[in-house]
Protein backbone atom coordinates (compact mmCIF):
# COMPACT_ATOMS: atom_id res chain seq x y z
CA UNK A 1 0.00 0.00 0.00
CA UNK A 2 1.39 3.65 -0.91
CA UNK A 3 0.57 6.17 2.00
CA UNK A 4 0.05 9.48 0.24
CA UNK A 5 0.57 11.63 3.93
CA UNK A 6 -0.86 15.62 3.38
CA UNK A 7 1.46 18.25 5.01
CA UNK A 8 -0.21 20.88 5.56
CA UNK A 9 -3.03 20.83 8.37
CA UNK A 10 -2.49 16.71 8.27
CA UNK A 11 1.36 16.32 10.03
CA UNK A 12 2.27 20.43 10.64
CA UNK A 13 -0.42 22.59 12.58
CA UNK A 14 -0.43 25.61 9.63
CA UNK A 15 -4.38 25.94 8.62
CA UNK A 16 -4.98 29.14 10.65
CA UNK A 17 -1.61 30.57 9.82
CA UNK A 18 -2.24 30.33 6.53
CA UNK A 19 -6.01 31.82 7.34
CA UNK A 20 -4.43 34.81 9.02
CA UNK A 21 -1.88 35.37 5.83
CA UNK A 22 -4.51 35.16 3.28
CA UNK A 23 -6.92 37.38 5.02
CA UNK A 24 -3.66 39.92 5.60
CA UNK A 25 -3.20 39.70 1.71
CA UNK A 26 -6.48 40.16 0.61
CA UNK A 27 -6.92 43.09 3.01
CA UNK A 28 -3.45 44.59 1.64
CA UNK A 29 -5.63 44.48 -1.66
CA UNK A 30 -8.69 45.83 -0.67
CA UNK A 31 -10.69 42.83 -0.61
CA UNK A 32 -12.24 42.50 2.88
CA UNK A 33 -13.28 38.79 3.39
CA UNK A 34 -13.90 37.39 6.63
CA UNK A 35 -11.52 34.61 8.25
CA UNK A 36 -14.64 31.60 8.71
CA UNK A 37 -14.38 32.15 4.65
CA UNK A 38 -11.13 32.13 4.09
CA UNK A 39 -10.76 29.18 6.38
CA UNK A 40 -13.49 27.04 4.25
CA UNK A 41 -11.10 27.39 0.76
CA UNK A 42 -7.83 26.44 2.80
CA UNK A 43 -6.74 23.37 1.57
CA UNK A 44 -7.83 24.52 -2.00
CA UNK A 45 -4.77 25.68 -4.53
CA UNK A 46 -4.15 29.31 -3.94
CA UNK A 47 -4.59 29.58 -7.72
CA UNK A 48 -7.90 29.20 -7.36
CA UNK A 49 -9.04 30.48 -3.95
CA UNK A 50 -8.46 34.00 -4.52
CA UNK A 51 -11.19 34.03 -7.55
CA UNK A 52 -13.65 31.83 -5.43
CA UNK A 53 -13.38 34.18 -2.47
CA UNK A 54 -13.25 37.15 -4.62
CA UNK A 55 -14.30 36.97 -8.20
CA UNK A 56 -12.57 36.55 -11.32
CA UNK A 57 -12.44 39.64 -12.02
CA UNK A 58 -10.82 40.52 -8.83
CA UNK A 59 -8.60 37.89 -9.59
CA UNK A 60 -7.28 38.77 -12.76
CA UNK A 61 -6.32 42.16 -11.31
CA UNK A 62 -5.48 41.44 -8.30
CA UNK A 63 -4.32 37.66 -8.18
CA UNK A 64 -1.11 37.00 -8.27
CA UNK A 65 -0.08 40.22 -5.98
CA UNK A 66 -2.70 38.61 -3.41
CA UNK A 67 -0.85 35.22 -3.82
CA UNK A 68 2.82 36.79 -3.41
CA UNK A 69 1.52 39.08 -0.28
CA UNK A 70 0.61 35.70 1.31
CA UNK A 71 3.59 33.62 0.94
CA UNK A 72 5.12 36.71 2.42
CA UNK A 73 2.99 36.83 5.64
CA UNK A 74 2.78 32.98 5.82
CA UNK A 75 6.68 33.05 5.84
CA UNK A 76 6.61 35.38 8.61
CA UNK A 77 4.65 32.97 11.01
CA UNK A 78 6.13 29.69 9.58
CA UNK A 79 8.13 30.11 12.91
CA UNK A 80 5.17 28.94 14.89
CA UNK A 81 3.96 26.12 13.34
CA UNK A 82 4.60 22.68 14.92
CA UNK A 83 4.11 19.26 14.19
CA UNK A 84 1.29 17.39 15.62
CA UNK A 85 1.52 15.25 18.23
CA UNK A 86 2.16 11.82 16.83
CA UNK A 87 3.30 12.97 13.37
CA UNK A 88 6.49 11.49 12.70
CA UNK A 89 5.07 8.69 14.58
CA UNK A 90 2.49 7.69 12.00
CA UNK A 91 5.30 7.58 9.18
CA UNK A 92 7.06 5.32 11.57
CA UNK A 93 4.47 3.16 11.56
CA UNK A 94 3.18 3.28 8.67
CA UNK A 95 7.19 1.88 7.08
CA UNK A 96 7.07 -0.95 10.36
CA UNK A 97 4.09 -2.16 8.71
CA UNK A 98 5.80 -2.32 4.93
CA UNK A 99 4.08 0.62 3.68
CA UNK A 100 5.45 3.05 1.08
CA UNK A 101 5.02 6.48 2.35
CA UNK A 102 4.82 9.85 0.25
CA UNK A 103 4.24 13.11 1.84
CA UNK A 104 2.24 14.99 -0.76
CA UNK A 105 2.06 18.74 -0.60
CA UNK A 106 1.23 21.23 -3.26
CA UNK A 107 3.51 23.86 -0.69
CA UNK A 108 6.63 26.08 -2.11
CA UNK A 109 9.16 23.96 -2.14
CA UNK A 110 10.86 26.58 1.27
CA UNK A 111 7.86 25.43 2.86
CA UNK A 112 8.07 21.93 2.05
CA UNK A 113 11.65 21.33 3.34
CA UNK A 114 10.89 23.48 6.33
CA UNK A 115 7.86 20.89 7.33
CA UNK A 116 10.67 17.91 6.50
CA UNK A 117 13.36 19.29 8.87
CA UNK A 118 10.39 19.73 11.63
CA UNK A 119 9.54 16.04 11.15
CA UNK A 120 12.61 14.73 10.82
CA UNK A 121 11.46 13.25 7.80
CA UNK A 122 13.82 13.33 5.15
CA UNK A 123 15.05 9.56 5.30
CA UNK A 124 12.25 8.50 6.71
CA UNK A 125 9.59 8.72 3.98
CA UNK A 126 10.19 7.81 0.45
CA UNK A 127 9.28 10.48 -1.86
CA UNK A 128 7.77 13.90 -1.34
CA UNK A 129 6.02 16.67 -3.76
CA UNK A 130 5.78 20.07 -3.56
CA UNK A 131 4.73 23.05 -5.82
CA UNK A 132 6.87 22.47 -8.60
CA UNK A 133 5.61 18.82 -9.31
CA UNK A 134 1.80 19.57 -9.94
CA UNK A 135 0.13 21.16 -12.57
CA UNK A 136 -3.05 22.05 -11.14
CA UNK A 137 -3.68 22.75 -7.87
CA UNK A 138 -6.14 20.94 -5.48
CA UNK A 139 -9.36 20.09 -5.62
CA UNK A 140 -7.51 18.74 -8.81
CA UNK A 141 -5.74 15.44 -8.74
CA UNK A 142 -2.18 15.98 -9.81
CA UNK A 143 -0.73 15.79 -6.57
CA UNK A 144 -1.57 12.40 -5.64
CA UNK A 145 -1.22 10.93 -9.34
CA UNK A 146 2.21 12.46 -8.78
CA UNK A 147 2.57 11.29 -5.31
CA UNK A 148 1.59 7.74 -6.98
CA UNK A 149 4.33 7.73 -9.88
CA UNK A 150 7.05 9.61 -7.19
CA UNK A 151 6.12 5.91 -5.34
CA UNK A 152 7.99 4.08 -7.49
CA UNK A 153 5.94 0.59 -6.87
CA UNK A 154 2.87 -0.41 -8.61
CA UNK A 155 0.78 -0.72 -5.83
CA UNK A 156 -2.65 0.68 -4.48
CA UNK A 157 -2.87 3.79 -2.92
CA UNK A 158 -5.00 5.41 0.47
CA UNK A 159 -4.60 9.50 1.26
CA UNK A 160 -4.73 10.52 4.47
CA UNK A 161 -5.87 14.40 4.68
CA UNK A 162 -7.70 17.12 6.47
CA UNK A 163 -9.45 19.25 4.29
CA UNK A 164 -12.54 18.26 1.74
CA UNK A 165 -10.01 18.73 -1.10
CA UNK A 166 -7.83 16.50 -0.71
CA UNK A 167 -10.64 14.05 -0.18
CA UNK A 168 -12.04 14.97 -3.93
CA UNK A 169 -8.33 15.62 -5.41
CA UNK A 170 -7.83 12.11 -4.22
CA UNK A 171 -11.14 10.77 -5.50
CA UNK A 172 -10.48 12.00 -9.35
CA UNK A 173 -7.29 10.12 -8.75
CA UNK A 174 -8.95 6.82 -7.87
CA UNK A 175 -7.87 6.94 -4.10
CA UNK A 176 -9.81 6.58 -1.38
CA UNK A 177 -8.65 9.13 1.85
CA UNK A 178 -8.67 8.36 5.56
CA UNK A 179 -9.26 11.83 7.45
CA UNK A 180 -8.49 13.64 10.62
CA UNK A 181 -10.20 16.74 12.14
CA UNK A 182 -6.76 18.73 12.56
CA UNK A 183 -7.40 20.77 9.63
CA UNK A 184 -10.50 22.39 11.46
CA UNK A 185 -13.47 21.02 9.40
CA UNK A 186 -16.23 18.40 10.60
CA UNK A 187 -16.51 15.13 10.39
CA UNK A 188 -19.48 15.68 8.41
CA UNK A 189 -18.00 17.12 5.97
CA UNK A 190 -15.28 15.12 5.74
CA UNK A 191 -17.58 12.56 5.10
CA UNK A 192 -19.39 13.69 2.75
CA UNK A 193 -16.80 14.74 0.38
CA UNK A 194 -16.57 11.32 0.46
CA UNK A 195 -13.76 10.47 3.49
CA UNK A 196 -14.15 6.58 4.14
CA UNK A 197 -13.01 7.21 7.72
CA UNK A 198 -12.72 10.08 9.83
CA UNK A 199 -10.61 10.54 13.69
CA UNK A 200 -10.41 13.05 15.67
CA UNK A 201 -6.49 13.47 15.70
CA UNK A 202 -3.25 12.05 14.29
CA UNK A 203 -2.49 10.41 17.60
CA UNK A 204 -6.33 8.60 17.25
CA UNK A 205 -5.39 7.61 13.91
CA UNK A 206 -2.54 5.78 14.68
CA UNK A 207 -4.37 3.66 17.49
CA UNK A 208 -6.81 3.03 14.70
CA UNK A 209 -4.13 1.43 12.58
CA UNK A 210 -3.03 -0.85 15.52
CA UNK A 211 -6.77 -2.11 15.73
CA UNK A 212 -7.29 -1.89 11.53
CA UNK A 213 -4.45 -1.78 9.57
CA UNK A 214 -4.42 -0.17 6.12
CA UNK A 215 -4.34 -3.29 3.91
Not at 27 to 32: I, L, Q
Not at 45 to 51: P, T, W
Not at 83 to 106: C, M, N, W
Not at 131 to 150: F, H, N, Q, W, Y
Request: hydrophobic share 40%.
Amino acid sequence: MIAILDIDGTLVDTNYQHTVAWHRALRRHGAKVAMWRIHRHIGMGGDKSVAALCGREFDAEHGDAVRSEEGERYMEMIGEVEPFEGARELIEDLKADGHTVVLASSAKPVEVEHYLDLLDARKLTDAWTHSGDVDETKPAPDRIRTALDKAGVDEPGLMIGDTPWDVKAAADAGVETVAVLTGGFSAAELRDAGAIAVFESVEQLRAGLVSTPLG
